[in-house]
């Protein structure tokens, strides 16, 4: 099954950011749920325009939290996080949605909608920010129908297969074309042709100059993907290219 998994390599003309200007920047960044133990430690790391990258590490060693720290959803206890030049510790009230609105997220549990259609789970983001409503409409089942699911815009998500969820998910996550992508194993319910395929529309969008980070488990998609890989251990981040980025 894994032999089947195809993940194009990002090409060399991946447009690379300098340093200064990378849209996620993290600097000695920790995180404690509880006294005494880290989910993160002293993490620091720049992801820039148009590149795609694997965040890797076992259970529990962080990765959603790392997550979550860029569109702020937890705040860290140390260090500095700058997305698209804002620091996340001074977003003022409408700062936090304003921030959302530039950052597509997978979840990992997809939290979408349920008393809503597939079609209006995908085009709420661009119903807020104003988007003519015929424009949502094409949008939406063009982003459905790259993850397979136009012909299901009409049902409800808990009429679909853990799978199809996934990916509505993801479809929700890419309409806005945002400049940020961050997805939490969002291959985690689907078989190899589908993961490659949603991997593919990922590494499409990081063409288009969105950073994108995946959080995945999946061996066969970090043996393939011949990519930066950053894997955490012991709440740090551990940074590889290519295939040695299979190891967990
Ligand atoms: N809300 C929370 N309250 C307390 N501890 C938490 C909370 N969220 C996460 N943790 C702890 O922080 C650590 C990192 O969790 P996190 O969910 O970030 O890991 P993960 O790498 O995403 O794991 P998985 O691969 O299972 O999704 C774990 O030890 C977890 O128990
Ligand atoms: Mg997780």
Redesign the pocket.
């Known amino acids: 099954m894994a032999a089947k998994v195809k993940v194009r390599k990002p090409g060399p003309s991946s447009p690379a950011s300098s340093a200064g200007d990378a849209p996620v920047r993290m600097y000695g960044v920790s995180k404690s749920?509880?006294p005494g133990s880290w989910?993160l430690r002293n993490v620091s790391l720049e992801v820039g325009r148009g590149e795609f990258v694997f965040l890797t590490?076992a259970?529990?060693?962080?990765?959603?939290?790392l997550l979550k720290l860029l569109f702020a959803a937890e705040q860290p206890d140390e260090g500095q996080i700058l997305v698209l030049g804002r620091n996340i510790a001074r977003l003022g009230g409408g700062g936090v949605p304003a921030l959302r609105r530039r950052v597509g997220v997978v979840f990992?549990d997809f939290k979408l909608l349920n008393r809503r259609t597939v079609e209006e789970n995908v085009g709420v983001a661009l119903d807020v920010v104003g988007c003519p409503r015929r424009e949502t409409r094409s949008r939406v089942f063009n982003a459905l129908r790259q993850v397979g699911l136009h012909d299901r815009r009409n049902h409800q998500p808990l009429t679909l297969s853990g799978g199809e969820q996934q990916r509505v998910a993801v479809a929700r996550a890419l309409v806005g074309e945002p400049e940020i992508l961050l997805a939490d194993?969002p291959t985690g319910n689907l078989d190899s042709e589908l993961s490659s395929g949603i991997i593919e529309l990922m590494m499409a969008a990081a063409d288009r100059g969105t950073a994108v980070i995946v959080?995945t488990?999946d061996r066969s998609l970090l043996a393939r993907s011949g990519g930066r890989v950053l894997r955490?251990e012991n709440g740090g981040v551990v940074e590889s290219q290519g295939d040695s980025g299979a190891r967990g």
Do not use: D, I, P, R
């Open positions: 749920y509880l989910a590490g259970s529990g060693a962080g990765k959603t939290t990992q194993e959080a488990h955490l």
